[in-house]
């Protein structure tokens, strides 16, 4: 009797600890990128994806809709090439629909946003995204905003400026 | 400068005689196999005895996680992440660690002095004449049930610590953040594979503590002196271990 309720107590460990597994691998991981056998495939070429890497969401509307499975550079254009998996249920993307590289949150991962477009035609399975907007890269904007603002200063100062400039020599 | 060297020659045959025994050891596991009632004697008393020591830290551990990170997170703004800022460091460091000290504490000091004291008492000694092999009766069985044991209790301090009682109670019903955000945020980033790479770190960690616990209450001398010096031992010795493992393990599988 005492050798039964022993068992029925590591019965009850065993059974905790496994469903414990169960939690962490079905709950807490995200089991939709183990799948793999369903979705089909779209790809898109940017000029510069920034610190999106394979794994990285697919979102439409901010919906998670697939992820990047894959990044390579095209050797005649030297343009960076994403491939991504769409699940099956997102087949009707519209064909004329722009592929943007965006950030969550000011910190956060980059991931590919989808904006549909207006075409009746939808994208097939290994079809490319024609109109893309590449990673907002801090420092081109930087040196932009650098670079505006001494054009503005010079031809601000430039006017005013332009009369003693002559009178040196 | 002879005792140096003497010191070093104990030190390098102690290690010697540990991996001896660990193959004898391993070569003695399948046997507790064949003998269930042994083995499930002996997981209740590393595993279903650790229950509440396991769930209570686990609780603790992901509350105060949740607290800390809430407070850094805020000045982010970025409140939204907690749930996997948990769960990773839960999931990759804190769960098979903290587990494992805890298991040395509770499993492994209690294994020492058990067979320590068998020793003392001559019953290792008895078996022996009496042609039962106590490393497949007594020792055996133990380390197989530590074995099985600590990844259980792994997935149930992680699922503690992030979920039921530690990060998702203090997080969501306490501070506020959003439950969805709490778990869209933890199903985004958290892979798999870390969940399977912790359940590997607790099974090398198990595998360690009641190797170095079975082989410190055989080996330990036959008076109180001895018991007492194994069961000091194992859980300094099996503390340590873990921790330099788990620094090896994760410079191994996170890079």
């Given at each position: 009797m005492q050798s039964r309720a022993l068992e029925i107590l590591v019965g009850f460990f065993v059974c905790l600890g496994v469903a414990a597994i169960f939690v962490l691998t079905f709950r807490v991981a995200s089991t939709d990128n183990i799948g793999g056998g369903g979705g089909y495939t779209l790809t898109a070429d940017f000029s510069n994806i920034g610190s999106l890497s394979p794994g990285a969401s697919v979102k439409l509307a901010g919906v998670r809709i697939g992820s990047v499975t894959g990044i390579s550079i095209?050797?005649?254009?030297?343009q960076a090439v994403v491939a991504m998996r769409i699940s099956?249920?997102?087949?009707?993307?519209?064909?004329d629909s722009a592929a943007k590289i965006l950030?969550?949150?000011?910190?956060g991962e980059q991931y590919v946003g989808l904006e549909p477009g207006g075409s009746l035609d939808a994208l097939k399975d290994g079809g490319r995204i024609q109109f893309t907007q590449s990673a907002f890269v801090l420092e081109n904007v930087i040196g932009q905003f650098l670079t505006g603002m001494v054009q503005k200063g010079s031809q601000s100062s430039g006017s005013p400026g332009a009369a003693p400039a002559p009178a040196t020599p | 400068m002879k005792s140096a060297w003497q010191s070093l020659a104990g030190l390098l045959s102690g290690l010697g005689r540990a991996t001896l025994f660990l193959f004898q050891l391993l070569a003695a596991?399948?046997?507790?196999?064949?003998?269930p009632r042994i083995l499930i004697r002996q997981l209740y008393m590393v595993g279903t005895l650790s229950l509440v020591i396991i769930v209570v830290s686990g609780s603790f551990v992901g509350m105060v996680l949740a607290l800390q990170g809430y407070r850094t997170l805020s000045g982010f703004g970025a409140t939204a992440s907690l749930g996997i800022f948990v769960a990773f460091t839960v999931v990759r460091e804190l769960g098979p660690v903290v587990t494992a000290l805890l298991f040395a504490g509770r499993a492994g000091s209690a294994l020492a002095a058990e067979i320590g004291l068998m020793r003392a008492t001559d019953q290792l000694s008895g078996m022996e004449m009496m042609a039962v092999d106590p490393l497949r009766y007594v020792v055996a069985p133990r380390f197989l049930a530590g074995f099985i044991a600590m990844p259980l209790l792994t997935a149930i301090f992680s699922v503690m610590a992030i979920g039921v009682a530690g990060g998702y109670l203090i997080g969501?019903?306490?501070?506020?953040?959003d439950p969805g955000a709490f778990w869209s945020q933890i199903h985004a980033n958290m892979h798999p594979l870390d969940i399977w790479q912790s359940m590997f770190k607790a099974l090398v960690f198990g595998a360690v503590i009641t190797w170095i616990a079975v082989y410190q209450g055989y080996h330990a001398a036959p008076n109180s002196e001895g018991v007492s010096s194994a069961t000091t031992t194992t859980v300094v010795a099996s503390s340590l271990a873990v921790l330099g493992l788990d620094f090896i393990l994760t410079a191994f599988m996170f890079r």
């Open positions: 095209d050797p005649k254009t030297f099956d249920q997102h087949r009707d993307i519209p064909d950030t969550a949150g000011l910190l | 596991t399948p046997h507790a196999l064949a003998r969501v019903s306490l501070l506020g953040v």
